[in-house]
């Protein structure tokens, strides 16, 4: 089994692949209101050529895959191409990150084409705060979604809350009470600088201060061993949870030394680091006729070009161009 390792001896199994910069939502920090300009159809990647890019980056060692996007479940087709990342040979983990919108419609279908694995983005529980945030009276369809999601049995359902000081911060308690209530596993996300999202330091949220008010109300939190599998957040359980609460850092304690992760945008750029602007593109050389060992070159090439962390102190980390929603968040 081939492995992926970059010169900082990080092993990089992790695909985060974007399927579309198209969203359905427009969440303020992420996206404006009149929406960002769009890639024209022909350049996105079809499902053929994602597909080789999979079969290709997990010949040399990817093994997870998460798509995501833009929101992926508004792509055509995206059941289909689910199908066939689960079939692809050395993938052994496939997810998906999404709004929620149309999560009722399509967990049972995703299931059954074996995705196990689901991460719903929401930042409040009150649907009139969420259409001001997202800009989109959806609150209702997305809970939907996500009861959708249990019943039909994925395990785990993440949520993944960014926290924003005078926006959803006291919700915190709230969210962490989810986790009693039902096998959720929450993710509070700190705010981060990418693109042009009006970031202000004074509106982050740090991690250590949301495990503070978690554990005021609910008590000492009960750490969890990681698993094979786990992303970057430090997971914790309420005690007597049916569920867990999680904690990613990314600029309090940035874990740039254990990032095993690349992306590949909707447009088939290479990216090794959320915050890097240096891309490599993919697409021309699959448009071009290139073999499969010369994406593998291409993929080995951007590897060797990965930057060891953006960030010298969590708080001074340096901004990205391209914004979360045509990077893949
Ligand atoms: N549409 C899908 C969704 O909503 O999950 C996938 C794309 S969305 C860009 C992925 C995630 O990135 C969402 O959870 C969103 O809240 C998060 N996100 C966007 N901008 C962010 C930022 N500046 N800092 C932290 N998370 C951010």
């Known amino acids: 089994m081939k492995l992926l390792v970059d010169q900082y001896n990080r092993e990089v199994n992790y695909l985060r692949l974007s399927v579309t910069d198209r969203c359905n939502l427009r969440c303020r920090y992420c996206r404006p209101e009149e929406g960002i300009e769009l890639l024209p159809q022909r350049e996105i990647l079809t499902f053929e050529e994602i597909l080789r890019v999979v079969k290709v980056f997990a010949s040399q060692g990817i093994r997870k895959v998460r798509l995501t996007g833009g929101e992926p479940l508004v792509r055509r087709g995206i059941v289909e191409l689910v199908r066939d990342i689960v079939a692809t040979q050395g993938v052994m983990d496939v997810s998906l990150t999404t709004n929620?919108?149309?999560?009722?419609?399509?967990?049972?279908?995703?299931?059954?084409?074996?995705?196990?694995?689901?991460?719903?983005?929401?930042?409040?529980?009150?649907?009139?705060?969420?259409?001001?945030?997202?800009?989109?009276?959806?609150?209702?369809?997305?809970?939907?979604?996500?009861?959708?999601?249990?019943?039909?049995?994925?395990?785990?359902?993440?949520?993944?809350?960014?926290?924003?000081?005078?926006?959803?911060?006291?919700?915190?308690?709230?969210?962490?009470?989810?986790?009693?209530?039902?096998?959720?596993?929450?993710?509070?996300?700190?705010?981060?600088?990418?693109?042009?999202?009006?970031?202000?330091?004074?509106?982050?949220?740090?991690?250590?201060?949301?495990?503070?008010?978690?554990?005021?109300?609910?008590?000492?939190?009960?750490?969890?061993?990681?698993?094979?599998?786990?992303?970057?957040?430090?997971?914790?359980?309420?005690?007597?949870?049916?569920?867990?609460?999680?904690?990613?850092?990314?600029?309090?304690?940035?874990?740039?030394?254990?990032?095993?992760?690349?992306?590949?945008?909707?447009?088939?750029?290479?990216?090794?680091?959320?915050?890097?602007?240096?891309?490599?593109?993919?697409?021309?050389?699959l448009r071009s006729g290139a073999s499969d060992d010369a994406l593998a070159g291409a993929l080995r090439e951007a590897l060797a070009r990965k930057p060891e962390g953006p960030c010298r102190d969590g708080f001074r980390m340096r901004k990205c161009q391209r914004g979360m929603a045509t990077i893949g968040g």
């Not at 986790?179 to 004074?202: A, D, T």
């Not at 939190?221 to 867990?244: C, N, Q, T, Y």
């Not at 030394?257 to 990216?271: E, F, M, P, Q």
């Open 100 to 285: 929620g919108v149309l999560l009722a419609e399509y967990a049972r279908p995703l299931k059954e084409a074996g995705l196990r694995r689901i991460n719903v983005s929401l930042d409040t529980l009150r649907p009139e705060r969420f259409a001001h945030i997202t800009r989109r009276d959806r609150f209702g369809q997305v809970w939907e979604g996500i009861e959708e999601a249990l019943r039909v049995g994925f395990a785990p359902v993440k949520l993944n809350v960014v926290a924003l000081r005078g926006f959803n911060d006291d919700e915190i308690e709230d969210f962490a009470r989810l986790s009693l209530q039902y096998p959720l596993h929450i993710r509070f996300i700190e705010f981060m600088p990418v693109g042009e999202n009006n970031w202000r330091k004074e509106d982050v949220l740090r991690c250590d201060e949301i495990k503070g008010r978690v554990e005021a109300a609910f008590g000492e939190l009960v750490p969890l061993p990681r698993g094979d599998m786990d992303g970057p957040a430090r997971r914790f359980r309420i005690r007597g949870s049916k569920g867990e609460v999680g904690f990613i850092s990314p600029l309090t304690a940035h874990f740039c030394s254990s990032c095993n992760r690349l992306r590949v945008t909707a447009d088939g750029k290479i990216r090794t680091c959320l915050f890097s602007d240096d891309e490599m593109d993919l697409k021309g050389l």
